[in-house]
């Protein structure tokens, strides 16, 4: 069996509510394995220590790194609080990656206050021991080709020789549940993960309007999900029926107010979602000014229909880092298939980027919205996400 140490980090700092959070982040991560097993993972003041065959170790390593909360991930070597033990693996260690002319560094953390030396006491003690094993090495306490940690705690000490780094935020699930509204755009997906980043448990809502958007347009959206249920294990998806909504709001409706009036709708919906799902909040991935139909005034226009609050954490985001973002969290593939999706549709040549609540409201007046947006509801057909390719 091989170890692995689990660094977090912000959720160090969060009080009373800590333990909260570290359950959390252990649950996250024991989930995040399954499939890995015969795997343990140990809780130990401020670490976690997974145990797991050594060859099944390269694939945690690649999942642990999209489990946020998590700062930084390494193998270690566990031995028993014995100076000459800790000198001799750390030498070791070294020799495993040892390239001639190389610099090194030892950096010691102790949490076991009853250990004898002092951090830089060890430092300075295993870095002589390892020079004088004759390697061509020197030691860069600056800028080091190789850093070796030495963690001094209760049950033993542990070494590790390097670090993989996690992906920061605050474990999934610590502050509730959200509603992302998922289109098959670039945006939403991108918006979705920086709203698990800072812990929200999501579900996603896609509107889709067969027959006009087909397959492709659903298939789309699931594996967009597949992608954000890496980071967010499981994911519901919601396929709320948009067709019927979508043509009434085109046949009498002004044209120029087409696509706010579907954003409407579709917040509406969401926003009654929202509550049967004990979600508290909701996702868009707008960004202001990107296009026409995202001015303030069509976002007050948004907001004006739904009771929870819209959070758009693109908001100030230019499309370069958007798509720059895409690109890291594998999104931009699926994203940029070319496929229809409903809003792509019937696109008025001109649409209004000052629409008022009142004339909105007007055009708002000549369809059975209330019927319509009912029925989309009683509709959704509901799908759990699996990570890597699975679906119920
Ligand atoms: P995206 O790249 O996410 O599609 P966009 O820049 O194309 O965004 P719009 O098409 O104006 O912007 O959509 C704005 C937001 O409205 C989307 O980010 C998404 O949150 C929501 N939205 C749009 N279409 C749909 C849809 N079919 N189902 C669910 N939500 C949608
Ligand atoms: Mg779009």
Redesign the pocket.
């Known amino acids: 069996m091989a170890l692995l140490l689990i660094r977090y980090g912000e959720i160090a700092l969060k009080g009373k509510n800590r333990p909260f959070f570290e359950k959390k982040l252990h649950k996250n991560i024991r989930n995040t394995l399954k499939g890995l097993e015969p795997f343990q993972v140990t809780f130990e003041k401020g670490r976690y220590f997974i145990s797991i065959p050594s060859e099944k170790i390269s694939q945690a390593q690649e999942r642990l790194q999209k489990v946020f909360g998590i700062i930084s991930i390494s193998r270690a070597v566990r031995v028993s609080l014995d100076l000459q033990e800790i000198c001799a693996e750390a030498l070791q260690l070294l020799k495993d990656n040892y390239k001639p002319g190389m610099s090194f560094k030892v950096n010691t953390r102790r949490s076991n206050k009853s250990f004898h030396l002092t951090s830089p006491k060890i430092n300075s003690t295993v870095g002589a021991y390892i020079l004088e094993s004759g390697l061509d090495i020197q030691v860069d306490v600056h800028n080091p080709q190789l850093l070796l940690t030495v963690e001094i705690r209760n049950k033993g000490a542990y070494l590790c020789a390097a670090e993989a780094a996690g992906p920061g935020g605050l474990p999934v699930g610590v502050n509730g549940k959200g509603i992302?509204?998922?289109?098959?755009?670039?945006?939403?997906?991108?918006?979705g993960w920086m709203a698990l980043k800072r812990g929200i448990e999501l579900e996603a809502?896609?509107?889709?309007s067969p027959p006009f958007t087909g397959e492709g347009a659903v298939n789309k959206?699931v594996d967009l999900c597949k992608v954000l249920a890496t980071y967010g294990d499981p994911l519901y998806l919601h396929l709320?029926p948009?067709t019927e909504l979508q043509k009434q709001i085109r046949l009498n409706c002004p044209e120029s107010l087409m696509?706010t009036l579907m954003?409407r709708s579709?917040l509406r919906v969401?926003d009654k979602l929202a509550y049967q799902r004990k979600a508290g909040v909701l996702?868009?991935?707008?960004?202001l000014g990107?296009?026409s139909?995202?001015t303030l005034e069509n976002l007050a226009a948004t907001n004006e229909v739904a009771s929870l609050p819209i959070l758009r954490p693109?908001i100030g985001f230019d499309k370069e880092e958007?798509i720059d973002r895409a690109r890291k969290i594998e999104s931009y593939d699926i994203?940029t298939r070319p496929f229809e999706?409903?809003?792509?549709l019937f696109v008025p040549p001109h649409p209004a980027t000052r629409p008022s609540i009142a004339e909105l409201q007007e055009a708002e007046k000549v369809i059975p919205l209330k019927e319509l947006e009912e029925s989309c509801l009683g509709n959704i057909e509901t799908i759990k996400i699996l990570p890597r390719g699975g679906e119920r």
């Open positions: 992302l509204l998922l289109s098959g755009g670039l945006d939403s997906p991108v918006a809502l896609y509107f889709h959206a709320a948009f696509i954003r579709m969401a996702f868009t991935g707008e960004s990107q296009v139909s995202q693109l958007i994203s999706d409903c809003c792509t």
